[in-house]
């Protein structure tokens, strides 16, 4: 005999990945800067950079932020609104389209869906969610280059009079082509980590609140470690105002044997240590938060079972 299926209360989930996704990367969003000023920075014909690390990026930020502490804080989080604004949506799609497609790809009265399934769930889940990161990033990719003196709603009105609604999708494909693998390694780990852990004694099935955050955590290094060299080719591609000489990117491809020829395989990887601290922590406290359940202890519903 089949079980039911549970009934999932979709409305609370998309609130709790909106709250996991703004809680998520107001805490890690400075990393995110970083990472994006060393990946964008070229090096030079006598084999200069403007950036020796992730400390002397995050210092020269800090510097160059103006005079009063309230000014140098507020240059680690340019461009931050309107990933704040965005990542309500972009979080929501990602982990409740996550969910919806775990369910629907699960067996009746199984308890955890196959690795392989999993992986054509996260993808899933990821190809839906660049309908919002693509202008969410790129507008955000322009603010951080600016260091704050750019306006998001000016940048994207510039970019939708110039190309229409194509302006603010450009690098859609890269996007894709970082987001759907990053899903498939990420969220098939996750539900991996997450179910060798303690469980809650409430009868939920949920493991403990902090090794959710620690299955996060691992799951989400290993995913941004995976797909840096995408998302560097990303950044690149989406940067708008490049500095006069900077080589230019056709499509992906291009982008990735310019940068192999001109730079080497390890400018693939800048930021990579910065990405892994941005996304491990921004998935270990999204993941716990939406795991948690706070939508549905705020509307006073029983939170369903994970697949």
Known sequence: ???????????????????????GVTCVFPIDLVKTRLQNQRVSADGKVEYKGILDCAKKTWQRGGTSTFAKVGSLYSGSAVNILLITPEKAIKLVANDFFRAQL??????SLSSFRGMIAGGLAGLLQITV?????????????????????????????????????????????????????YFPLFAKFDSLGPRKSDGSGDAVFYHS???????????????????????RMQTIK?????????????????????????ALFKGAA?????????????????????????????KTQHV
């Open 274 to 302: 910065c990405r892994m601290m941005v996304i491990a922590p921004l998935f270990g406290i999204a993941q716990t938060v939406y795991y948690v359940g706070v939508a549905e202890y705020l509307l006073g519903i029983k």
């Open 213 to 235: 955050f620690i299955s996060g955590i691992a799951a989400g290094g290993i995913g941004s470690f995976c797909v840096t060299p995408l998302d560097c080719i990303k950044t």
């Open 1 to 23: 005999m089949t079980q039911p299926q549970k009934k999932v209360n979709y409305p609370a989930k998309i609130l709790n990945g909106g709250i996991a996704g703004i809680v």
């Open 133 to 185: 990161t693509t202008p969410m990033e790129l507008l955000k990719i322009q603010m951080q280059q600016s260091g704050g003196n750019e306006s998001a709603w000016r940048l994207a009105k510039e970019l939708y009079q110039k190309n229409g609604i194509a302006g603010l999708y450009r690098g859609l494909i890269s996007t894709i082509g970082r987001d759907v693998p990053f899903s498939m390694i």
């Open 106 to 111: 699960a067996q009746p009265g199984e308890k």
């Open 242 to 266: 490049s500095n006069p000489g900077d080589i230019q990117y056709k499509n992906v491809a291009d982008a990735f044997l310019k940068i192999l020829r001109y730079e080497g395989p390890r």
